[in-house]
């Protein structure tokens, strides 16, 4: 499967961006779908993920201003981020994978597909 993200840009402290994932080629199976972040100079870490039945999951940080959502029929998965702050300025990448367990869900390491990430940057 070819994951596209997209949607990334420059906003001002406070406002709201939407990103998307988009899937192409062998999309029968049912993926789980995680949005990653990468800030300059620092790791990638876990931003949200979704599961095929719509399921969602947050990292601590953007619990309350993000929401992940997907249209299955579309192969498209969203990330609606709202009140964003300069400390989510980072490259935001999106993954999937078909046999992730719960407890793995936050792991990057446990994906096997990888979009190329979109920017983006807040300003204060």
């Known amino acids: 499967v070819q994951l596209q993200a997209s949607g990334g840009g420059l906003v001002e402290s406070g406002g709201s961006l939407r990103l998307s994932c988009a899937a192409s080629?062998?999309?029968?199976?049912?993926?789980?779908v995680g949005w990653f972040r990468q800030a300059p100079g620092k790791e990638r870490t876990f931003v949200a993920a979704?599961?095929?039945?719509?399921?969602?999951y947050y990292a601590d940080a953007v619990k309350g201003r993000f929401t992940i959502s997907r249209h299955n029929a579309k192969n498209t998965v969203y990330l609606q981020m709202s009140g964003l702050q300069p400390e989510d300025t980072a490259n935001y990448y999106c993954?999937?994978?078909?046999?992730?367990?719960?407890?793995?869900?936050?792991?990057?390491?446990?994906?096997?597909?990888w979009g190329q990430g979109t920017e983006v940057t807040v300003s204060s």
């Open positions: 993954a999937a994978d078909r046999g992730i367990i719960l407890s793995s869900i936050a792991n990057d390491m446990q994906y096997d597909y």
């Open positions: 080629g062998d999309t029968s199976s049912r993926y789980t």
């Open positions: 979704i599961r095929y039945n719509g399921n969602p």
